[in-house]
């Protein structure tokens, strides 16, 4: 794992309409890293993902990977300088098989999984490439929306709670995955509620609430601060 900061956010601000949203974000993720926003719904936390990529109304505010600005740049350049989301609503297409839908995305970089290597790491999916993308399980079509991504060389992956309402077993195939990318050397920007789960995967915590950062915890400090992460999650 790399010291440089990757991806570098400061000061961001964020607009839907004429509610603002995000109010002076800063966090940075290095390189190789599993970093996790936590905070309660309405925290700012996915608006914070659509804001790194460029899919808000408006934004104020540095966004910088390896050091050049994103900020003024569209969605579809920020896609090709690297940065790939996967949304919560996961965006299946319907009228596409497993295989399909993997290989819809361009190719932007080298350093993409291939298709062996993709079913490999989810097998649930080469034993369903033939089927129907929304005739799969909600777990099975968030392994396809991570494995969608994966095949394209961006190096910085922004998942957007890819945990929720999925089984226990699924949560762990997950987080196998998650664990597995990472050794790959792939740098993983992860959106939680679950702050259990993201304790398995994550190298550091950011918690965010009312749009702003206002804690983090390295991982291997959760347990010292798990009584203030009560009080920020209140679980």
């Known amino acids: 794992m790399s010291d440089a900061a990757m991806l570098e956010v400061r000061g961001l601000n964020a ?56 900020t003024g740049l569209r969605p579809d350049q920020i896609g090709r300088a690297g940065i790939a989301l996967c949304p919560e609503e996961r965006a299946i297409f319907a009228g596409l098989n497993v295989t399909e839908n993997l290989m819809l995305p361009p190719k932007i970089a080298e350093g993409g999984l291939d298709l062996p290597t993709i079913y490999t790491l989810f097998p649930n999916l080469k034993e369903r490439a033939a089927s129907q993308g929304t005739k799969l399980s909600g777990g099975e079509q968030q392994m396809l929306a991570i494995a969608r991504i994966l095949r394209t060389g961006a190096k910085l992956l922004l998942l957007d709670e890819p945990t929720e309402g999925l089984a226990p077993v699924i949560v762990q195939q997950i987080g196998r995955m998650i664990r597995e990318i990472k050794q790959r050397g792939f740098t993983v920007l992860l959106v939680e509620q679950n702050f259990r789960f993201a304790a398995t995967v994550a190298d550091r915590h950011y918690v965010m609430e009312h749009g702003k950062v206002i804690d983090q915890f390295r991982n291997d400090d959760l347990q010292n601060n798990m009584d203030k992460l009560h009080d920020y999650l209140g679980v």
């Open 15 to 70: 607009w839907y309409g004429e509610s603002h949203i995000l109010h002076g974000v800063d966090f940075d993720v290095r390189q190789g890293e599993v970093v996790t926003l936590l905070g309660r719904n309405g925290a700012g936390k996915t608006t914070t993902m659509k804001s790194i990529m460029g899919l808000v109304g408006r934004r104020a505010g540095s966004i910088k990977l390896n050091g050049a600005e994103m």
